[in-house]
């Protein structure tokens, strides 16, 4: 299995997901439970937009839209850095109308990666490829004491990796 700085770059490999997040928890009984992957130097995710995601008649809430280019791109930033990651800044633009029953799809990019902050780039793709929304984001690596619990709520069944092999958890 190769370590993420190689798999980040190549190929399609599956994240682990926690058990309560809004976008992946698989417990979330009003979540997305949305998988992300690393494809080709990105952290890419999937969602069919419900009616549970409406915002107003037939657009999805824009805070849906936001929560999908979030996941990516935190997901991109803990690949990059090793460390799980907490948002600290989102800006976002929502570019064109999500309506409820699109295919949507997610990627988010490290723009530049530091010991204390990592920033990142993200979009929201309809089904034809074209841009819907996106965003910029910065992300605090957590310390190691703070991100134990973070750790542990991890699932790893049908990930592609160990955690040693994600995380740097020395």
């Known amino acids: 299995m190769p370590a993420p700085a190689e798999s980040f770059r190549t190929g399609s ?40 995601d409406l915002g107003w008649r037939d657009f999805v809430h824009g805070g849906v839209t936001m929560a999908l280019l979030d996941e990516a791109m935190a997901w991109a930033a803990m690949a990059r850095s090793r460390r799980p990651c907490v948002t600290a800044e989102l800006s976002a633009r929502l570019r064109r109308p999500v309506l409820v029953g699109m295919r949507l799809r997610a990627e988010g990019e490290v723009v530049r990666a530091g010991p204390r902050m990592v920033l990142a780039a993200g979009r ?12 910029t984001a910065k992300f605090i690596p ?26 740097d958890l020395g």
């Open 142 to 167: 957590m310390d190691p004491e703070r991100s134990t619990g973070w750790l542990a709520d991890l699932v790893w069944e049908g990930s592609s990796f160990k955690p040693e092999q994600l995380f």
């Open 124 to 135: 929201v793709l309809g089904e034809a490829g074209e841009e819907l929304a996106s965003a």
């Open 13 to 52: 490999l599956a994240l682990p997901w926690t058990r309560a997040c809004f976008v992946c928890g698989q417990d979330n009984p009003h979540g997305l439970r949305a998988r992300c992957r690393l494809e080709g130097g990105r952290a890419v995710l999937e969602h069919a937009a419900r009616p549970a």
